[in-house]
């Protein structure tokens, strides 16, 4: 089992940066896979990023390209996601997922673990 923890969303202006952080917990000694999810009210939870254990290979949504960077530190088990220049679409609640195969993955279904998610609002 692993225990994943979001933290530093909040509210920022547009233009704004942001830094996601997910702390993982309990079995941490696999080679696992993070991804960032996100979503906004009365929609689907889509794919934002994902990144390898090793860090060598990374994904991201077209939406976010550019302007998010997803990394990690193994020795802290946290992964991280960078947001700048932010927009009011990026809105969301963003959940950090794990997967223990250390495929990079972009449907929700292929993730093991899940966090409980962190708002990032977003104004104009």
């Known amino acids: 089992q692993v225990q994943l923890v979001e933290s530093g969303g909040g509210p920022v202006q547009a233009g704004g940066s942001l830094r996601l952080s997910c702390a993982a917990s309990?079995?941490?000694?696999?080679?696992?896979?993070m991804g960032w999810f996100r979503q906004a009210p009365g929609t689907e939870r889509l794919f934002v990023a994902a990144?390898?254990?090793?860090?060598?290979?990374?994904r991201y949504a077209d939406a976010v390209k550019g302007r998010f960077t997803i990394s990690r530190d193994n020795a802290k088990n946290t992964v991280y996601l960078q947001m700048n220049s932010l927009k009011p679409e990026d809105t969301a609640v963003y959940y950090c997922a794990a997967d223990p195969r250390n495929y990079i993955r972009t449907i929700m279904g292929e993730y093991d673990y899940w966090g409980q998610g962190t708002q990032v609002t977003v104004s104009s």
């Open positions: 990144i390898t254990w090793s860090g060598d290979n990374t």
């Open positions: 309990g079995r941490t000694s696999s080679w696992y896979s």
